[in-house]
């Protein structure tokens, strides 16, 4: 049986090393990191590795050697100095309000401040924070090393509250502002988290901050590449092939499908979800395990709030700018949602310096459709059945059966959806289509207009056009005026036409007919 100690939700360095948990080594490139800069800023999507890192860099930095044995930093480490550390965790408390922030960092100050000391001028939190650098480097002789975990936890949790935004801004910005009038006084820093705020940022003042979130250097520093996946874990894999009654190469390819390809830059190594093949190696069945232990609301507001086409989301095509930082007045949700890692870079166009962006996965794609689909159309619990009966019936041909079911979802909705009307149709459609498992495309160009949906099985090509408070013959009609099954004409498949008439007024099907 694999012995291994699979290290899920640890995130301390030193008990994961004393406890006997396995450790992907890092070190190298912690050790090119703290030898070649000063100031650095990382993003990360919430369990990626982000608050080990953090811990890793504490070890170092204190000095524990013995902690690293067997590891890449024994060998390029020689002097083993210790530094005052500063660590400050933003991810433990609920910010509904300014005095939750000022709290949570005068606890942190005091703590410090009883081993540092503290002057009575210091009535501030920028200056009480200035004073314990000072102090400490005085008192120690080494500047102070500076790690702060999750430093955009207060303005996440506050996306959809402007005014809160501000006056959490106000409160961090010259907070953090300290890392650079404390310049002399610090001999490294590393802020955390899952977006960068940009424009009117708590940034703004921070010249001298290197962000690495999108440096090929530094990719695979949290995360796991595929060889490290494969030097690491390849009992563990056997393990999990056998309980699956699976290859190991068939093995490897699930675990590739379902928890790989997320690209942080253009042209580099995909990076698996960490703590989703962990979790897998451990229990031995695959699941959506990064996706079970946060749902994205936040995210689902922001779509609604600025009326996203949500088959626009895999369509994207970005600038570096927009996809490097997030701000909260902004009409475009995708920053955010693309740093959550619920999008990734999947292609990158040189000449127009654009990039793709697109699903890194199929625990990724499934568990965002299926969460989002009860938000956008809520059926109660009849949504998952109906999802695998639509399935079923789309397979079969059973065109009455699946738009009987179609009509009762909607007529079965409990609430009304705020927006407009065709936006709402558009984007449950998608979702219902989607979560089918079928190749659906929407609003597919051709010679003469574009394509509503299409939906194509192994014996059928559904071709559907939506029209709004018109008629299904109408809709009907344009699929034959414009000649939409043209493409198909040597295809041995069955082509159906089919024309859905929706509602404003009901926010239903009115009616629908095929050809």
């Known amino acids: 049986m694999n012995q291994t100690i699979y290290p899920i939700g640890i995130q301390n360095f030193e008990s994961l090393r004393k406890d006997g948990y396995l450790y992907i080594d890092k070190t190298a490139l912690i050790y090119q990191l703290v030898t070649t800069g000063r100031y650095y800023f990382l993003s990360r999507p919430r369990r990626f590795g982000k608050s080990l890192l953090l811990s890793t860099l504490e070890a170092y930095f204190q000095g524990k050697k013995e902690l690293f ?9 020689k002097d083993w100095k210790e530094y005052p550390i500063l660590h400050f965790d933003l991810n433990i408390s609920q910010y509904d309000s300014p005095d939750s922030l000022y709290k949570i960092l005068n ?3 005091s703590r410090y401040e009883d081993e540092y000391g503290t002057r009575p001028s210091e009535v501030t939190l920028p200056l009480r924070f200035a004073g314990i650098i000072d102090r400490a480097y005085r008192k120690t002789g080494q500047r102070a090393v500076i790690l702060i975990d999750e430093y955009d936890k207060p303005l996440l949790q506050n996306l959809h509250d402007e005014e809160m935004q501000n006056r ?12 650079k009038t404390m310049d002399r006084a610090i001999r490294f820093a590393l802020l955390t988290g899952v977006t960068k705020f940009g424009k009117v940022s708590v940034f703004s ?3 001298n901050l290197t962000d690495i979130s999108m440096d090929h250097r530094y990719i ?6 595929e060889k490290e996946l494969l030097t690491n874990f390849k009992e563990g894999i056997n393990e999990l092939a056998e309980a699956n009654g699976d290859t190991e190469e068939a093995t490897i390819a699930k ?12 042209n580099t190594v995909g990076i698996y979800n960490p703590f989703s093949v962990l979790n897998t190696l451990s229990r031995l069945r695959y699941k959506d395990y990064w996706f079970e232990t946060g749902t994205p609301t936040f995210l689902v507001d922001l779509l609604k709030m600025h009326n996203y086409r949500l088959p626009d989301m895999t369509k994207e095509r970005v600038s570096a700018d927009v996809i490097n930082s997030v701000d909260s007045l902004s009409t475009n949700p995708i920053p955010v949602i693309y740093q ?3 999008l990734t870079i999947k292609g990158y166009d040189e000449r127009f310096k654009k990039y793709l962006l697109g699903f890194p996965n199929k625990e990724v794609e499934e568990g965002f459709l299926n969460f989002l689909l009860p938000l956008y159309c809520s059926a109660g619990d009849r949504s998952a059945f109906m999802v695998d009966e639509f399935v079923k019936d789309v397979e079969a041909g059973h065109v009455e059966q699946f738009m009987n079911r179609l009509t009762a979802f909607f007529a079965d909705n409990s609430y009304q959806v705020a927006g407009e009307a065709e936006l709402y149709f558009q984007n449950a459609l998608y979702l219902i289509f989607k979560i089918m498992g079928f190749h659906t495309q929407v609003e597919i160009p051709t010679s003469d207009g574009r394509m509503d949906v299409l939906i194509q099985t192994s014996d059928y090509i559904y071709i559907i056009e939506c029209k709004l408070d018109g008629s299904a013959e109408e809709a009907l009609q344009q699929i034959e005026v414009k000649n939409y099954a043209a493409p198909f004409a040597m295809d041995k498949r069955t082509v159906v036409k089919l024309g859905i008439n929706f509602s404003s007024k009901t926010r239903g099907v009115e009616s629908w007919k095929q050809r």
């Open 220 to 225: 695979s520093i949290c995360g796991m590449t």
């Open 255 to 266: 675990l590739k499908a379902r928890y790989d390809g997320y690209h942080f830059e253009e």
């Open 168 to 179: 959490l801004r106000n409160m961090l910005k010259p907070f953090y502002g300290v890392l």
């Open 340 to 342: 959550s890692g619920y």
């Open 107 to 109: 606890d942190i100050l």
């Open 205 to 207: 003042d921070l010249n």
């Open 69 to 77: 044995e067997g590891l890449a930093m024994e060998k390029l480490e």
